[in-house]
């Protein structure tokens, strides 16, 4: 599923790793998903409005579609748009975490305080035992204070420690 995602950025006419007609070179990536013509991942310089993604996703599916205002303006990277119809021709719009799998595959770091078991299986050496050692070792400590603590982890070592470092990073309850 990941891999066919990443083809589909790669090879899609519609310029989806894209903002306008420009490639992204700062990666900044959003995906969108839901009651949108073209439902994807697309590429921004900088953090897009709700708007420009919908735009980028090739508007909604339904011309009698309302997008009314949103309370959030822009949304950050490594986020998934969800477009839902409700009576009456309006949208829900709901702004959730990207998979952790698109994450890795498109080079978003992995939030390692808030990402559940099952996600952190996305990390390259880490099988369902280690990510679920990681969440319980997670809510012994109250959270990591550093990427590095993972080394009090069970099955985790030096090694394998080198290995996901470069895919991981702490968050805000914001993130």
Do not use: W
Not at 124 to 150: H, M, N, Y
């Amino acid at each position: 599923m990941v891999l066919m995602g990443l083809l589909h950025l790669i090879s899609s006419p519609s310029g989806s790793l894209s903002n306008g007609d420009q490639c992204s070179t700062t990666g900044l990536y959003v995906q969108i998903k839901g009651e949108v013509r073209r439902p994807g991942f697309y590429g921004f310089s900088e953090p897009p409005t709700i708007e420009e993604v919908v735009a980028a996703g090739g508007g909604l599916t339904r011309d009698e579609m309302i997008l009314g205002p949103q309370k959030v303006n822009t949304v950050s990277h490594g986020t998934t748009i969800l477009v839902e119809g409700v009576e009456g021709g309006k949208v829900s719009i709901k702004i959730l975490p990207m998979n952790a799998y698109h994450k890795f595959t498109l080079g978003i770091p992995i939030c390692l305080d808030q990402e559940s078991a099952q996600g952190l299986e996305a990390l390259p050496g880490v099988g369902s035992k280690i990510a679920q050692a990681i969440v319980e070792t997670r809510e012994i400590l109250g959270g990591f204070r550093a990427v590095e603590d993972l080394l009090l982890v069970p099955g985790i070592g030096p090694k394998l420690m080198a290995k996901i470092n470069p895919y991981l990073t702490l968050c805000t309850d914001s993130e």
